[in-house]
DNA sequence: CGTTTTATGGTCAGATTGACTCTAAAAGGA
DNA sequence: TCCTTTTAGAGTCAATCTGACCATAAAACG
């Protein structure tokens, strides 16, 4: 593009990021929520986010972000730009730009605490509110995003601890994409995939019924080839 | 995200979007680039593109800027968004955050004519100049975007004009992706996906050399199940 | 100590894929 | 006209992959 020749063209547009940060905890799929204390939609949930800083990159803003409402590191989630929503009217107070990203957190690591003040929580995916300004449609987007990418990268183990067993992988997939999932082909295509996941030091766990699992940890690749199709 | 609560926060950003525009010309995958005839990087080419009107949606800004400079209407297209760069440093001139575009034209319906006025053309995109601004790497981006998409989307229909053969089908197919395809097996799986392709009204075509091909025309599936993956 | 539960290894028929072969239908030249 | 060249399109076949199962292993529970 070209830059501001025109200074009469420039509109005083806020760009913000926000975040769809899912996690699953309780065999559930969730997102962070965040209750708005100011106008406008005061009261109503949003999803996390705030205003990229002057002199800011907009990715170090999602990042910040990230932490500051989940206390998780960079390296210990997966994040990545969603897309941007920038419809003029989209907020009410003025032409508000926002970069959405999409957050995928273990759940051990996403404490809704030191969080800046404000309500939050983790609502269940399939039992949202109607969520303040174009949320609902980023969450949806996000939720498509993350979907389809489970099939053809490594992601999932975005949502584990360091160390997992196969099923506790597979309750991933299953969740997320809301399907049964065959246990010993799901295994089996697993460990086919080179580099997806590689056996880890520690011996078995005690899972409390069932014979253990032996435990596993991501591997390097982070596309899948062939990819893990979901059932049709 | 919240509003801007504290005006001291909210920096003069200026939104622009960018477009990589993308078709295939004499056998080739080509992209449309702009020469710059103002600083910054005045001489140098750049992607089409600039700033998002007072009071007009990206989206809107993007089909305005595709139609400008290609006159390509936005159904005769494929037009998505691509991403967003925002680097606090990325144009000297002062905080400008660009929506990046990915678009897909067919030959026919593109002149570098109707252009405004700037110098343009179809570059190759295995021989490309060093672009402006990190239009590099929008460019890279927006090739990953377009070589992914073809493997589970029915997007390469959007390179070719209303009618095709499978032969031409194949083709965008070998020269997005760098790779030859075996003709048969080609045929049988893009036959094989449900709404890919229908058969044309018209008769064959007179390709010049050999057999004369069917026609076809882009069926109502945008995705592809099961997917068609590049060779390994 | 038997029952239940889950992990993990195998089996098998059917579907899919990649590599090829064969025939059809045109153009072009001798 | 007839032969050669070229590409379209149908078909074959072995290797691989997939989904649906079955079987055994290793724990907890009563």
Redesign the pocket.
């Given at each position: 593009m070209s830059g501001p020749e025109d200074p009469l063209l420039i509109t005083n547009v806020a760009v913000a990021v926000d975040l769809a940060i899912f996690t699953i905890r309780e065999q559930r799929l969730q997102l962070l929520l965040i209750r708005r204390s100011l106008a406008p939609f005061r009261g109503r949930w949003a999803l996390p986010g705030g205003f990229v800083l002057p002199g800011e990159d907009i990715d170090a803003a999602a990042e910040r972000e990230l932490r500051e409402e989940t206390g998780v590191q960079r390296d210990a989630a997966h994040l990545e730009q969603l897309a941007t929503y920038g419809a003029p009217r989209r907020d009410p107070r003025g032409r508000v730009v926002s970069v959405a990203h999409l957050a995928l957190v273990a759940d051990a690591a996403t404490p809704v605490a030191g969080t800046d003040a404000a309500e939050s929580r983790w609502a269940d995916v399939a039992d949202l509110p109607h969520l303040a300004f174009d949320h609902d449609r980023i969450v949806a987007d996000g939720l498509d995003r993350a979907r389809a990418k489970l099939e053809y990268t490594t992601l999932a183990t975005s949502f584990l601890p360091t160390t997992f067993?196969?099923?506790?992988l597979?309750s991933v997939y299953e969740i997320v994409w809301g399907a049964q999932l065959?246990?010993?082909?799901f295994?089996?295509?697993v460990?086919?995939s080179d580099g997806f996941v590689v056996p880890a030091a520690g011996g078995?766990?005690?899972?409390?019924?069932?014979?253990?699992?032996?435990?596993y940890e991501a591997g390097g690749a982070t596309v899948l080839h062939?990819?893990?199709?979901r059932?049709?």
């Open positions: 067993t196969l099923a506790e597979r065959d246990p010993a082909n295994r089996r295509k460990l086919a078995p766990t005690v899972h409390g019924r069932g014979r253990p699992a032996a435990r062939p990819p893990l199709l059932p049709t």
